[in-house]
């Protein structure tokens, strides 16, 4: 394929990541922290960038791990494993250089990276890359869109969220009830998304 | 977490609490990430179950089994470890005796190891109770975990596709029944749960009023 026919799929993969199939909304992967960070913008903000950071990075890498190491020698059934480890190692190494190098941006991010290991959107990404068979600009791509998806996600519920707390609801309702269905109806939202690409 | 694991011993005890007082989904709202996603058929669902409960207890089992030589600071990692076998031999098991299944399921076994009821199961329970104990409390976590799943997943199928288990049902597959096509999309996974919790959460709230009169 051509330099401009790959760039426009990558755009695609990166678009219906974010949007159509958004691993949160539609995928429902990494739901745990979305219900229990998502009541206060600026927290959600914190850790939407490290989740689309850490996506991104460990998208690359487990690429090529599986790539290179685990196709090769015929142990494809090991990425479980090797993905998670190589998921906490790449969380580790980033906490490290931010808190050499950058103080700010540590104490901004670094109390969302160790919580970030265990989000099941981080290892979910990395899974469907696999299945899917993308090439390594698709994954990149593919990251990139679904941490922006995810983080776009939670920033708006953490908005309805902050809105919604003097209001009178139900009380087996409150929290994560009506959490879920403010959910369902942005996943309503976000699926309308879909006649953008088919019909583009 | 209330206290878990302290003076509840026997296995009904342990089994009531797993399925209804502590329910992992209603009380704890956790791990419905990777689950959540297979609720569209009944029998997907059915089959994910198996995987959760089989897993759920066989781990907390060997996590129990271990605990006295596994070190404090790098439990975690070995909990996981331990999580991660299990996982890998049913998707290896799924792939060569089910493969259409193991395709319906994609990458949602594999993501059974971040699923945070297991490993939260593993912390509460399996590493300071012995291993029949914390058998007892995986098998029926699980088993709690399953039950809400097929409430949602049996509605879900019934009102979207007008079928259970693939077969057609007499009143909602015929003409009379307009699909509910959003049931079987996402966002009537997102809507069916929020309504069990809800009635879950009322009949439980109520329970708990007459418990402090």
Same mark, same amino acid.
């Given at each position: 394929?051509?330099?401009?026919?790959?760039?426009?799929?990558?755009?695609?993969?990166a678009f219906s990541a974010a949007f159509t199939g958004n691993i949160l909304l539609t995928k429902f992967l990494g739901m745990c922290p979305f219900l229990s960070v998502s009541r206060q913008v600026k927290t959600a903000t914190g850790l939407g960038w490290a989740v689309i950071?850490?996506?991104?990075?460990?998208?690359?890498?487990?690429?090529?791990?599986?790539?290179?190491?685990?196709?090769?020698?015929?142990?494809?059934?090991?990425?479980?494993?090797?993905?998670?480890?190589?998921?906490?190692?790449?969380?580790?190494?980033?906490?490290?250089?931010?808190?050499?190098?950058?103080?700010?941006?540590?104490?901004?991010?670094?109390?969302?990276?160790?919580?970030?290991?265990?989000?099941?959107?981080?290892?979910?990404?990395?899974?469907?890359?696999?299945?899917?068979?993308?090439?390594?600009?698709?994954?990149?791509?593919?990251?990139?869109?679904?941490?922006?998806?995810?983080?776009?996600?939670?920033?708006?519920?953490?908005?309805?969220?902050?809105?919604?707390?003097?209001?009178?609801?139900?009380?087996?309702?409150?929290?994560?009830?009506?959490?879920?269905?403010?959910?369902?109806?942005?996943?309503?939202?976000?699926?309308?998304?879909?006649?953008?690409?088919?019909?583009? | 977490?209330?206290?878990?694991?302290? &003076?509840?011993?026997?296995? &009904?005890?342990?089994?009531?609490?797993?399925?209804?007082?502590?329910?992992?989904? @209603?009380?704890? !709202?956790?791990?419905?990430?990777?689950?959540?996603?297979?609720?569209?058929?009944?029998?997907?669902?059915? !089959?994910?179950?198996?995987?959760?409960? !089989?897993?759920?207890?066989?781990?907390?089992?060997?996590?129990?089994?271990?605990? &006295?030589?596994? *070190?404090?600071?790098?439990?975690?990692?070995?909990?996981?470890?331990?999580?991660? @076998?299990?996982?890998? !031999?049913?998707?290896?098991?799924?792939?060569?005796?089910? *493969?259409?299944?193991?395709?319906?399921?994609?990458?949602?076994?594999?993501?059974?190891?971040?699923?945070?009821?297991?490993?939260?199961?593993?912390?509460?329970?399996?590493?300071?109770?012995?291993? @029949?104990t914390a058998l007892v409390d995986g098998f029926f976590n699980g088993l709690g975990y399953g039950a809400v799943l097929l409430l949602i997943a049996v509605p879900r199928e019934l009102l979207g596709m007008g079928t259970l288990l693939g077969h057609a049902m007499p009143y909602?597959?015929? *003409?009379?029944?307009d699909k509910w096509i959003i049931m079987v999309m996402p966002p009537g996974a997102f809507f069916m749960l929020a309504t069990a919790v809800w009635i879950f959460r009322s009949i439980q709230g109520d329970k708990q009023k007459e418990g402090a009169k």
């Amino acid at each position: 394929m051509n330099v401009s026919g790959e760039l426009t799929q990558a755009l695609v993969v990166a678009f219906s990541a974010a949007f159509t199939g958004n691993i949160l909304l539609t995928k429902f992967l990494g739901m745990c922290p979305f219900l229990s960070v998502s009541r206060q913008v600026k927290t959600a903000t914190g850790l939407g960038w490290a989740v689309i950071f850490v996506l991104t990075g460990t998208c690359m890498l487990n690429w090529a791990v599986y790539r290179y190491i685990l196709v090769p020698l015929n142990l494809e059934f090991l990425r479980f494993i090797l993905f998670i480890v190589m998921i906490a190692a790449f969380v580790q190494f980033v906490e490290m250089v931010l808190e050499r190098y950058s103080p700010v941006l540590y104490q901004n991010l670094g109390i969302f990276l160790p919580l970030i290991t265990v989000n099941c959107a981080i290892l979910g990404a990395s899974l469907f890359m696999v299945i899917r068979d993308y090439s390594f600009i698709n994954a990149v791509s593919f990251g990139l869109g679904s941490g922006f998806g995810w983080m776009l996600a939670i920033l708006a519920m953490a908005g309805i969220r902050e809105k919604l707390k003097p209001e009178r609801i139900p009380k087996g309702l409150r929290g994560p009830g009506i959490t879920l269905i403010i959910v369902g109806l942005m996943a309503l939202a976000f699926i309308g998304f879909t006649g953008v690409l088919s019909g583009g | 977490m209330n206290g878990t694991g302290q &003076k509840r011993n026997s296995a &009904k005890a342990l089994a009531m609490e797993g399925l209804w007082d502590n329910n992992p989904i @209603f009380r704890q !709202v956790l791990g419905i990430c990777s689950t959540l996603a297979v609720t569209n058929m009944v029998l997907n669902t059915l !089959v994910m179950c198996v995987a959760l409960v !089989v897993t759920l207890s066989l781990s907390s089992m060997s996590i129990s089994l271990l605990r &006295k030589g596994t *070190p404090r600071n790098i439990r975690m990692m070995v909990e996981t470890l331990i999580i991660a @076998f299990y996982v890998i !031999v049913v998707d290896i098991l799924l792939k060569a005796y089910w *493969p259409e299944m193991s395709q319906n399921l994609g990458p949602y076994v594999g993501l059974i190891i971040t699923n945070c009821i297991v490993m939260g199961r593993a912390e509460a329970c399996a590493t300071s109770q012995p291993p @029949f104990t914390a058998l007892v409390d995986g098998f029926f976590n699980g088993l709690g975990y399953g039950a809400v799943l097929l409430l949602i997943a049996v509605p879900r199928e019934l009102l979207g596709m007008g079928t259970l288990l693939g077969h057609a049902m007499p009143y909602f597959s015929g *003409p009379h029944w307009d699909k509910w096509i959003i049931m079987v999309m996402p966002p009537g996974a997102f809507f069916m749960l929020a309504t069990a919790v809800w009635i879950f959460r009322s009949i439980q709230g109520d329970k708990q009023k007459e418990g402090a009169k």
